[in-house]
């Protein structure tokens, strides 16, 4: 299946399928192409897969915010003329999702987060010291997965080129400080839309305890666990954890 963006505008997605409409929203070192076998299946079965790059480098560094991106998400919803969506964020994108649900209340009709930030994260940034040591960024990717062959060479180097660009990085380190600027605690308790919650047993970057805490803090969320996983179950575990959404939206009558 050809998964090569569209811009229109100033969006840059990738669009596929017919049906009810769901945005895949990627984490900070995860491209469009993380949700690879989630936009092939959910385009299959009555879903129209919208999945935005958000524009992590391309805006001014004091505007470079999960609010922004909140924002940024929000005009891409209007130019699409979208009206009853549901929202699927990994790790920064699940973070963007939320803070969209807080801004913008009663748009989406349901959230799916796995390995979210918004609450706590253990970022990177402690390997940033030795980013020009490509086995030691290796690794440190490497360790976002249980099994770390989920790593391929071509997502070592992207977030090795990203590290080692001085423009990519500063706006990196930025997310991230917005990241836990943007802390979603208080937040979450008034969000009565569906939440389903899909987590890795072995997350390092957002552990299982995180998931526990989004789970007791949103009133309306379900929480399935994936075991051998780790920081990005629909790249570990893509067969499950596409299942588990299709079914939980199916049994919420969303989709």
Known sequence: ?????????????????????IIFLHGLMGGLSNFEKSIISFSKNNFKVLVPELPLYDLP???????????????????KKLDKFILLG?????????????????????????????????????????RGDYDVMKKKVEEVFYDPKVATKELVDEVFETVNNRHKLVKTLAIAKSAIRHNMAKDLPKMSLPVCLIWGEDDIVTPPNVADEFHELLPNSDLFW??????????????????IVIQWLSDKNIA
């Open 226 to 243: 994936l075991k051998k996983c780790g920081h990005a179950a629909m790249m570990e575990h893509p067969e499950r954890f596409n299942e």
């Open 61 to 79: 560094l004091l505007s470079t915010s999960v609010k922004a991106f909140a924002e940024y998400l929000n005009e891409f919803i209007e130019f």
């Open 90 to 130: 990994n790790s920064l994108g699940g973070h963007v999702g939320l803070y969209y649900t807080k801004l913008f209340k009663k748009r989406a009709a349901a959230l799916v987060l796995t390995g979210s930030s918004g609450l706590y994260e253990s970022a990177m940034g402690s390997g940033y010291t030795r």
């Open 1 to 21: 299946m050809e998964l090569t963006p569209k811009q229109e505008d100033k969006f840059k997605y990738i669009e596929k399928g017919i049906g009810t409409p």
